[in-house]
């Protein structure tokens, strides 16, 4: 024998003195929907790179990070995901290619600082041979 009650919002169904909620299976369906459509979501994203602490960076990433904040840090973020003037360097060596579409290497890199992109102006020659490997071992650290 079967008999139906409404209880508030969901129904509640005796059959055979065993009480079966279907708002409980409700909820776990619910739950197990939203975990698969979590995980699916969480693995087609890519996770946001994260810069080395400053704590740990060596003497060339550090005076490369100096080198940054004089010549680059005007239009250039360092450690946020942010844009300023050009795109943000977090991560520019943890991709595949550049904000342009060239592959992340050091020679793009230094083809793009020695002879600009876009609305990048060229800094040619006006950067010191070791401050260049400097900057280069400091963006590698972001």
Not at 115 to 122: K, V, W
Request: a neutral charge; proline letters at 6%; aromatic letters at 6%.
């Amino acid at each position: 024998m079967l008999i139906r009650h409404r209880c508030q919002f969901f129904l509640v169904f005796c059959e055979n003195g065993q009480v079966r909620d279907f708002k409980q299976g409700i909820l776990a369906a619910t739950a197990g929907v939203m975990l698969v459509c979590g995980l699916v979501w969480t693995i087609g994203c890519e996770v946001p790179a994260q810069p080395k602490p400053l704590n740990e960076l060596n003497k060339h990433e550090l005076l490369g990070r100096t080198v940054f904040q004089g010549r680059c840090g005007v239009c250039h973020n360092d450690r946020k995901a942010e844009a300023l003037h050009g795109p943000a360097l977090v991560g520019v060596f943890k991709k595949p290619a550049l904000p342009s579409g060239a592959a992340a290497t050091d020679e793009r890199v230094t083809a793009t600082i020695h002879n600009g992109h876009g609305l990048m102006p060229p800094l040619g020659d006006t950067v010191d041979p070791e401050d260049l490997q400097d900057l280069l071992a400091y963006l590698h650290t972001l």
